[in-house]
């Protein structure tokens, strides 16, 4: 046997050549599995796979040390709408027909005019918007409602390649026909996705981090529109149609819900890893989705939270300092339709987020006679007032 540097291999005469490292690997692997493995063909085999490691020029591990990270000054992340839309690949979900594409087509135009959306800065630039699911005709009808006139910035297409057929280097085209391109909407992710019935966490993976690489590579924002299952849950994120990988390869992801189809308000919920989790409540007004509230995650908590934490927190912010029993405090606060034992499992549920948040310490200690619960204001608060 022989092994030139082109990777042919001579066996008993016959000469095999392979092309690619993937196809060298298993084509020799397949080779010698029907035959018996004796230690020359064991070193050849080996042989080739090192040849073909150093062909291929795999690079090192770019490492960075901890101590000059901690050091190194770095620039803060571009957001195409600010707090809630940095550079990256994004989702945003929601059920056929709930207002999805008046959104983005919204957003499209704000963000190429450098208007703000729902009280948010955005970053004028130029808006490449892919409406798959569209015509001309139709996009025109909703231009004609949304804006009396727009820029030239705004680049529209309803037709493009698959994500494993082209669609990269049909982006890389647009952006350089038009370098100040900042922000892409594809609407919807399913019509540049090969079709399969196949749920598969690597594919969805694999797909949606093809674009994220493109996304960063380019420094620029990908909305992906995206569809909701039936399926109902209590943790609206798991709605999301496909697998985990979907969601997972994503720096951000909305999720645009009603409670009932023909509800005018819909909740806007967001989360994602440069972006604080929060949500809007909108209202589709005249074709467009106006703001009426914004909620962080700490005010939603106490939103969603019993009645009685907000009511203690109120007393506490008022008395700084309160000791005595569960049903003593009821009383104070005149709680009737609550036991003693629900109000202390509640506060001790609370204690390590809400109280905590509002820098009100709970505590329980045990008499001879009764079970003392403690509510205090923290004491470097107070002295900071003081």
């Not at 540097?5 to 050549?17: A, D, E, I, P, Q």
């Not at 207002?99 to 208007?115: F, Q, T």
């Not at 440069?274 to 106490?302: A, G, H, P």
């Not at 003693?340 to 109280?355: A, C, D, G, H």
Request: with cysteine; aromatic share 10%; hydrophobic share 40%.
């Amino acid at each position: 046997m022989q092994v030139s540097k082109n990777f042919s291999v001579r066996v008993n005469g016959t000469s095999l050549s392979f092309n690619g490292f993937l196809g060298r690997y298993f084509k020799i692997y397949r080779y010698w599995y029907k035959v018996s493995f004796n230690s020359k063909k064991r070193s050849l085999f080996y042989r080739l796979k090192l040849l073909a490691g150093k062909e291929d020029n795999m690079e090192d591990l770019k490492i960075i040390n901890a101590d000059n990270l901690l050091y190194t000054t770095l620039a803060e992340n571009e957001f195409i709408v600010d707090e809630i839309l940095p550079v990256g690949l994004h989702l945003f979900c929601g059920a056929p027909k709930v207002g999805k594409s008046w959104l983005m087509l919204d957003l499209c135009i704000k963000v190429s005019k450098g208007e703000e959306i729902w009280n948010l800065k955005t970053n004028k630039c130029d808006v490449l918007y892919l409406a798959l699911e569209d015509t001309y005709s139709r996009l025109q009808k909703r231009l004609f409602k949304l804006t009396d006139e727009i820029d030239s910035n705004f680049h529209i297409a309803i037709e493009s390649n698959k994500i494993t057929n082209g669609l990269v280097m049909q982006l890389e085209s647009a952006i350089k026909q038009y370098p100040n391109t900042r922000l892409v909407v594809i609407d919807t992710l399913q019509k540049v996705r090969k079709q399969s019935n196949d749920v598969n966490y690597s594919a969805d993976y694999g797909d949606i981090s093809t674009l994220k690489a493109f996304a960063d590579k380019n420094k620029l924002a990908i909305i992906l529109v995206h569809h909701l299952r039936k399926q109902d849950d209590s943790d609206v994120f798991n709605k999301i149609s496909g697998t985990a990988g979907i969601m997972g390869s994503s720096d951000t992801t909305f999720i645009l819900e009603k409670k009932s189809r023909d509800d005018s308000v819909a909740t806007l919920f967001v989360t994602g890893r440069d972006v604080e989790y929060q949500t809007f409540t909108l209202r589709f007004e005249e074709c467009r989705w106006n703001l009426i509230e914004r909620s962080f995650q700490k005010e939603l908590e106490i939103k969603n939270a019993p009645e009685i934490v907000s009511n203690v927190i109120s007393f506490i912010n008022e008395n700084k300092m309160w000791q005595g029993t569960a049903t003593e405090l009821l009383e104070i606060l005149d709680k009737k339709d609550i036991t003693p034992q629900y109000l202390t499992k509640v506060l001790n549920e609370y204690s390590k987020t809400i109280l905590l948040d509002n820098k009100i310490s709970f505590t329980t200690s045990r008499t001879s006679i009764a079970r003392l619960v403690t509510l205090k204001k923290d004491i470097d608060e107070l002295t900071e007032q003081s």
